[in-house]
């Protein structure tokens, strides 16, 4: 599975195994009562974000639903992706918010302009975890993880191009026309509850001339029997990303519990050029 480094935690259930494997959600300690009333519409970005000059530039907006809810079912969260230049590579950030503004996750990649990964910040607000990743050599990750007074820290081996949320997408439009030919792309996703990485295969199963599908099956028979595949859908002409169906990296937060769940995004708002 690519991590030559320490022991993982093991997590409750199959689905908080998946959303740990893909999205980082951490489920450790005890969590607050939390919770803010959801209004009817999405506001804008809080007035606390930082101006866009400052973010760089938007390039879409992500609205979850529950996966397998139907067409009327309530939204749930919303995310920006933002994108800048940055020490001569560019940086990646996505924001999750609740329904009413408050941000519950920000993650952001530090990367070149094929979604080569140099370093990963994740502040999961609504567990506590704050992580940061710095890509040592090729092959090799130091990951650090700071929950209250615990820190952990583990440097990983991987085999495969390292991936995490904010280059995820960016890695299916470089490995395009591969993927077009029939061909598969092995990645290694970085994990970071279980401070591992787990390698998935990525495959195009369905091209037409309004959209294109792509599944990310687990690359590894123990963790298939743990993680569903993940389904990406893509505009074929204009190569937006239109939905997404898997794992959710935010966690539904009801009674002041935290539930890992498995989340469909669908795009708007979409910059002239994905990047």
Partial sequence: ???????VKTLRGSKSVACAVLAGSTMLGETPALGDPAPATMPSAPSTSPAPAVRGERIYRGTYYERGAPASAPKVFWYERWIKAEAGLLRSTHTHHTLGGRVVLRQSALHAADYTLSGFESDHRQTG????????APGRVRLQRTLGSDVE????????PLVVGPTLYGTLLRHWDTLAA???????YLSIERLDTYAFEIRRVSSDATTTSFEL???GF???LLVAPLRVVLLTKTRQVLRYEGPSPVLLEAGGELDSFDARIEYSDWAAVFR
């Fill in 1 to 7: 599975m690519g991590s030559r480094g320490r022991g």
């Fill in 129 to 136: 975890a704050r992580v940061e990743a710095s890509v040592l």
């Fill in 153 to 160: 820290t583990v440097v990983l081996e991987h085999e495969h």
């Fill in 182 to 188: 029939g061909r598969s792309v092995v990645v290694d």
């Fill in 217 to 219: 099956e687990p690359h």
């Fill in 222 to 224: 123990m963790l298939s």
